[in-house]
Structure formats: structure tokens, C-alpha cells
């Protein structure tokens, strides 16, 4: 299983654009990056999907180079209610492959 | 939009008790998985089931937990006999694809004294 790094935390303003990038040095040809967001309490969100170059969707974009070892969501112009954990997972859907591992994830707190 | 249901949203039981506790999937979904996410750590993966078998578990699924798919819709994970080290947020989730998006529910809280 690919193994990722991202920063622990990050603080940010309201009305900023966030980004954080994660690390996936050891990313297989066939996986995919996800990221998904939590708030406290909560499951886990689904926020985007990619495999290369940009993703974009009404919530974030996701941008991916031409290696593919690392990441970065980018969130608009963020929001308090953006406070919260994010998660990049690499989709491990290689052969036999059923487990979705998460790592520590970026806490990120949106100020006033 | 289809959602991944739980139930109880909270239970508190005694030390060495058994507990079930429950999810209803996304109805076209295969895929079924349990999570748990101690107070103030992060996401652990528990469990995978496709085809009404185990497909995958970690080194916390022990003998003193199972899962099973009593029928069509329901997916149960029970705790034998628990522990304090079980207090927990529990959550069910599931997907339609393997390696596909996977959605949570809101997660089951229990606790142990």
C-alpha cells in the first residue's frame, strides 16, 4: 500500500485559498487519490478524486504532476465551516486490495 | 441522496458485555467495511466484506469481533465481550466499486465503563 504524508496542521483565514499537498512517493500505476474531509463526530466526507493533471468540482480541485508522487486540494476561498480534518488516501485497489488506509491527516482551522 | 444509516447513534455498556451494532448500506453497494476512530485519533480500518465473506481485516479485528450481513440490507459488526480500549466511534461504510468511493455513516458512539 502506497504509503502518504501531509502536513499534521494548517491554519488559514476566512476567504483564503488552501492548499494542501500530500506526499505518495510510492504510488502504483493503477492507483487512484482521493481526499475526503471529517468534522468532529462525523464520518468521513468524500470531497475528490483524481489520477493526473487537474480535477475540479464544485467543492475543491485537485491538482496531480506528471509523477504522480505527490498532490495538492486546493479550497477556495475557505469558510469557518471548512475547519476540519482532510484526508489523501491512495486508492489501494490493486490486486486483492479491499482496505482504505487513513493516515493522520492535515487539521485545518479557518479563522475570522 | 443515499446515505449510509446507523444505529445507535450512542451506547454505553459494561466491561466484558457483548454489542451489536448496525448499518444499513447504500442499497446498490457490494462493498461493506468497518472503521473505528478512538476519541482524538485518527480513522483505523477494521474490516472489509464483499460477497458475504471477509475480505480484508486489520490487526484489530480480533476473535472478539465479527461482521455478518444478516440479509439483504443490514451489516451487523458485533464486539463478544468488550473492553475499555473498545470505546470508540464506530462507523459503517460502503461502496459500489472495489477501491471505489467509500461513504460513511455517521458513526456509531460507544462506550465502555
Known amino acids: 500500500l502506497a504509503k502518504t504524508t501531509q502536513p499534521i496542521s494548517m491554519d488559514s483565514y476566512e476567504g483564503q485559498e488552501v492548499n494542501i499537498t500530500c506526499s505518495h512517493n510510492?504510488?502504483?500505476?493503477?492507483?487512484?487519490i482521493t481526499w475526503y474531509q471529517q468534522f468532529p463526530s462525523q464520518g468521513p466526507r468524500f470531497i475528490i478524486q483524481g489520477y493526473k493533471t487537474k480535477v475540479t468540482n464544485e467543492v475543491a480541485s485537485l491538482f496531480i504532476p506528471a509523477d504522480r508522487k505527490s498532490s495538492t486540494l486546493s479550497l477556495p476561498r475557505v469558510s469557518l465551516s471548512d475547519t476540519a480534518v482532510y484526508y489523501c488516501l491512495v486508492d489501494p485497489s490493486e490486486a486483492g486490495g479491499f482496505k482504505t488506509i487513513f493516515g493522520a491527516g492535515t487539521r485545518l482551522f479557518v479563522k475570522a | 441522496e443515499p446515505e449510509v444509516t446507523q444505529t445507535p447513534s450512542h451506547q454505553v455498556t459494561q466491561m466484558g458485555q457483548e454489542v451489536i451494532l448496525r448499518c444499513v448500506p447504500i442499497?446498490?453497494?457490494?462493498?461493506f467495511y468497518w472503521y473505528r476512530q478512538i476519541l482524538g485519533q485518527k480513522v483505523e480500518f477494521l474490516v472489509s466484506?464483499?460477497?458475504?465473506?471477509?475480505?480484508?481485516k486489520s490487526e484489530i479485528f480480533d476473535d472478539q469481533f465479527s461482521v455478518e450481513r444478516p440479509d439483504g440490507s443490514n451489516f451487523t459488526l458485533k464486539i463478544r465481550s468488550t473492553k475499555l480500549e473498545d470505546s470508540a466511534m464506530y462507523f459503517c461504510?460502503?461502496?459500489?466499486?472495489?477501491?471505489?468511493?467509500?461513504?460513511f455513516g455517521e458513526g456509531s458512539w460507544l462506550t465502555v465503563v
Open positions: 510510492n504510488i502504483a500505476t493503477n492507483d487512484y
Open positions: 461504510a460502503s461502496s459500489d466499486l472495489q477501491g471505489g468511493t467509500i461513504y
Open positions: 442499497s446498490n453497494h457490494l462493498y
Open positions: 466484506f464483499y460477497n458475504n465473506e471477509i475480505s480484508e
